[in-house]
């Protein structure tokens, strides 16, 4: 499944994540996914969900006019951290401040991955970018980061999505969850080693298991 995507992508571990919490939750045909270009439109020749492809970093945005016409559908906004944090950051922010009805998820590899590797806002050199600093700002319902590494940590970030759809089907307003993930591809390293990668400068640099609520 997924087989676009390259080997020990992130994209492929969230998904897996998000499509076991649909079923659970047994709203599947509930689901409209909308989704980022680039490497997140790799996803959607893969989910049977109603699904949009948006425009780079307008995802929260055209998931709000869904939202607003479409107000019984789970409308999940899936994108990666250049869409979240650099063309489409305007978006997210003035989302969180309205306090808009909003279920973001972001894979945050901190690269633009498919156009190969240009650092982003949240790249391994910047330690000065704390959106959870910013949102917490906007007193958003929920957010929360974890790092889809291994077995326990995934285990992590499928509670924090858990909570995070529960919270958005239950009160609305702003909800994210951040998943830092590796991109073999553009780090140029071994599956192995963008894990140690996370581990030992990522997890430094980020509050990881953030969570406010
Ligand atoms: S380039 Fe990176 S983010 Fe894109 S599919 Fe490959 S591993 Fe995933």
Same mark, same amino acid.
């Given at each position: 499944?997924?087989d676009?995507?390259?080997?020990?992508?992130? *994209?492929?571990?969230?998904?897996?994540?998000?499509?076991?919490?649909?079923?659970?939750?047994?709203?599947? =045909?509930?689901?409209?996914?909308? *989704?980022d270009?680039?490497?997140?439109?790799?996803?959607?020749?893969?989910? @049977?969900?109603?699904?949009i492809?948006?425009? *780079?970093?307008?995802?929260?945005? !055209?998931?709000?006019?869904?939202?607003?016409? +479409?107000?019984?559908?789970?409308? #999940?906004?899936?994108?990666?951290?250049?869409?979240?944090?650099?063309?489409?950051?305007?978006?997210?922010? *003035?989302?969180?401040?309205r306090?808009?009805?909003?279920?973001? !998820?972001?894979?945050? =590899?901190?690269? #633009?991955?498919?156009?190969?590797?240009?650092?982003?806002?949240?790249? #391994?050199? +910047?330690?000065?970018?704390?959106?959870?600093?910013?949102?917490?700002s906007?007193?958003?319902?929920?957010?929360?980061?974890?790092?889809?590494?291994?077995?326990?940590?995934?285990?992590?970030?499928?509670? @924090? #999505?858990?909570?995070?759809? =529960?919270?958005?089907?239950?009160?609305?307003?702003?909800?994210? !969850?951040?998943?830092?993930?590796?991109?073999?591809?553009? @780090?140029?390293?071994?599956?192995?080693?963008?894990?140690?990668?996370? =581990?030992?400068?990522?997890?430094?640099?980020?509050?990881?298991?953030?969570?406010?609520?």
């Amino acid at each position: 499944m997924y087989d676009l995507l390259c080997n020990g992508c992130g *994209h492929r571990t969230a998904m897996g994540i998000i499509d076991k919490i649909f079923e659970d939750m047994k709203i599947k =045909n509930d689901v409209i996914f909308a *989704h980022d270009v680039a490497c997140c439109s790799l996803l959607a020749d893969y989910v @049977y969900y109603d699904g949009i492809m948006c425009p *780079h970093g307008r995802v929260i945005p !055209v998931s709000i006019g869904i939202k607003t016409a +479409n107000h019984k559908n789970f409308v #999940l906004s899936y994108m990666g951290d250049g869409a979240a944090y650099e063309i489409g950051f305007n978006e997210l922010i *003035h989302a969180a401040s309205r306090k808009n009805d909003v279920c973001v !998820v972001v894979i945050n =590899n901190g690269i #633009l991955a498919m156009t190969g590797g240009q650092k982003t806002a949240t790249n #391994l050199q +910047n330690s000065n970018f704390k959106i959870e600093d910013i949102l917490k700002s906007f007193d958003v319902n929920f957010i929360a980061r974890a790092i889809l590494t291994d077995r326990e940590n995934i285990d992590i970030a499928e509670k @924090y #999505l858990r909570e995070a759809f =529960n919270s958005y089907i239950e009160r609305g307003g702003f909800n994210m !969850v951040e998943l830092i993930s590796p991109c073999p591809t553009n @780090y140029r390293k071994s599956i192995a080693e963008c894990v140690d990668i996370i =581990n030992s400068v990522v997890k430094e640099r980020y509050n990881v298991f953030m969570e406010c609520r």
